[in-house]
């Protein structure tokens, strides 16, 4: 989901909160949102719409519950992703890229690096393509750690800011969805991964 969907969203999660004598208190919306604001706004609407058909309880289900009825197409979200590398390929060397997506940093550096990358998908775009679409299906449901999800660095031009040295402003790629950096991360490393490679740090 991206920002603008938040009040659509709100609504949508403080009525099923009532349905169940809850109230949508700030805390409890925040929380619904950090665990379900990685999964597209329709899959998560019909999720909720589902709430009233399938879920047995007295209580409101949690997102994790919700996640699970959400079932989000993968093969279109990696698709989706893919040509968003695309997009990307025409961004500056000289400066480190950020998708809104944090698992294409993932799957890129499982590829090599960001240069390797966009030099192989120029030259072997079949292969490369299948590849990225079955590392990104693979890591779809992993949670991922800081570290990994970190901007794609440039090639090392350095510029002065307010007198020191920093690399250069982050290039934004943006996606058709958005998954927050600040979202609570945790440990993996990634083992199910279709390819095994040496991990490539840039």
């Given at each position: 989901m991206i920002d603008s969907n938040?009040?659509?969203?709100?609504?949508m999660i403080a009525g099923m909160l009532n349905a169940y004598g809850q109230e949508d208190t700030p805390p409890r919306m925040a929380f619904y949102w950090e665990g379900l604001a990685d999964l597209p706004f329709h899959d998560v609407k019909n999720a909720v719409a589902s709430v009233a058909r399938e879920h047995e309880?007295?209580?409101p289900p949690a997102p994790a519950q919700i996640r699970k009825l959400a079932k989000p197409d993968v093969e279109m979200i990696a698709?989706?992703?893919w040509m968003?590398?695309?997009k990307a390929a025409l961004a500056?060397?000289?400066?480190?890229?950020?998708?809104?997506?944090?698992?294409?940093h993932v799957v890129i550096r499982y590829m090599g690096n960001r240069f390797e990358f966009f030099e192989q998908a120029a030259h072997a775009g079949h292969h490369v393509r299948k590849e990225?679409?079955?590392?990104?299906?693979?890591?779809?449901?992993?949670?991922?750690t800081d570290e990994s999800a970190r901007p794609l660095g440039g090639n090392g031009v350095m510029t002065i800011i307010d007198g020191e040295l920093?690399?250069?402003p982050v290039a934004k790629i943006k996606c058709p969805y958005t998954i927050e950096h600040d979202m609570p991360r945790i440990e993996t490393n990634c083992d199910n991964l279709p390819r095994i490679t040496e991990k490539v740090s840039i």
């Amino acid at each position: 989901m991206i920002d603008s969907n938040q009040e659509d969203f709100y609504q949508m999660i403080a009525g099923m909160l009532n349905a169940y004598g809850q109230e949508d208190t700030p805390p409890r919306m925040a929380f619904y949102w950090e665990g379900l604001a990685d999964l597209p706004f329709h899959d998560v609407k019909n999720a909720v719409a589902s709430v009233a058909r399938e879920h047995e309880g007295s209580f409101p289900p949690a997102p994790a519950q919700i996640r699970k009825l959400a079932k989000p197409d993968v093969e279109m979200i990696a698709m989706k992703a893919w040509m968003i590398t695309q997009k990307a390929a025409l961004a500056p060397q000289a400066r480190p890229l950020m998708f809104q997506d944090p698992r294409i940093h993932v799957v890129i550096r499982y590829m090599g690096n960001r240069f390797e990358f966009f030099e192989q998908a120029a030259h072997a775009g079949h292969h490369v393509r299948k590849e990225f679409l079955a590392t990104y299906k693979a890591l779809f449901d992993q949670p991922l750690t800081d570290e990994s999800a970190r901007p794609l660095g440039g090639n090392g031009v350095m510029t002065i800011i307010d007198g020191e040295l920093a690399e250069a402003p982050v290039a934004k790629i943006k996606c058709p969805y958005t998954i927050e950096h600040d979202m609570p991360r945790i440990e993996t490393n990634c083992d199910n991964l279709p390819r095994i490679t040496e991990k490539v740090s840039i």
